[in-house]
């Protein structure tokens, strides 16, 4: 079910989740952390443990891949501070990697409805909903994260591949060509670059593109970026072919 991104909260399969988790998802929930401690009512508890308690619980069984274990805490986490829009989002990442997909977009939707401007929130959506082979809402969600933060590269990168899915290829090398601006070093983002290019029969420009990614992949000893290039010489003999 899943599909291929360079990072996100959905993207691996399950003997992959683990091995990926502290790069692509900490992060997530550390910036979810932050600034929300105020909002717990440490008077309140449930088997004598705080909001803070049982969401810290949680994070730290996320973080050792314990999804079961992450959604019981933090769901006890949000029964004593309900409107903890973190506590929410959290939840639907643990939800996510528990494979409990519309669970999750409950959660996500629950954490925009108290923070309307939560635009990791409607990035983790767009992802459960492009993996149910939903991409118009998909991009929807996507486009109201890149409008929420017009600099939040996984949301272009994301926006790109849903585009390119509906064969809306111009609109989609827009998308590629604005998270380059923020993240150059994207080798992810390059390869799907020259793709896209590909279909636009722009074959020149996709054998400059070609050329960066296998820069990247000397530099940075990745042989697996290569094997999702097209043969050069494919695009070569394309590119001769329109002259």
Not at 93 to 117: C, G, M, R, Y
Request: with cysteine; aromatic share 12%.
């Amino acid at each position: 079910m899943y599909k291929w991104r360079e990072s996100g909260s959905i993207l691996y399969s399950q003997s992959q989740k683990c091995f990926n988790i502290e790069s692509n998802m900490q992060l997530f929930l550390i910036v979810s952390w932050r600034g929300v401690m105020g909002f717990f009512n440490n008077e309140r508890r449930i088997e004598g443990k705080t909001a803070k308690d049982w969401i810290e619980m949680g994070i730290d069984s996320f973080n050792q891949c314990k999804y079961s274990i992450a959604v019981d805490s933090i769901e006890k986490s949000i029964e004593l501070n309900p409107d903890n829009a973190s506590a929410w989002y959290n939840l639907g990442l643990a939800l996510s990697f528990s494979d409990q997909w519309f669970e999750a977009l409950n959660a996500f939707d629950k954490a925009i409805t108290i923070n309307p401007e939560y635009a990791e929130a409607y990035y983790n959506i767009g992802l459960i909903l492009s993996d149910l082979d939903q991409n118009e809402k998909a991009l929807n969600a996507f486009n109201k994260a890149i409008t929420i933060n017009p600099e939040y590269a996984d949301a272009w990168s994301s926006r790109g591949m849903e585009l390119r899915d509906l064969g809306q290829y111009p609109e989609a090398l827009a998308a590629f060509n604005k998270v380059l601006e923020l993240d150059p070093s994207n080798a992810m983002v390059w390869i799907n670059k020259v793709h896209t290019l590909t279909k636009l029969k722009r074959y020149e420009e996709a054998i400059a593109a070609y050329d960066i990614v296998v820069r990247f992949d000397s530099q940075n000893e990745t042989p697996w970026i290569k094997s999702l290039l097209p043969e050069k010489n494919e695009l070569l003999i394309k590119f001769q072919n329109q002259l």
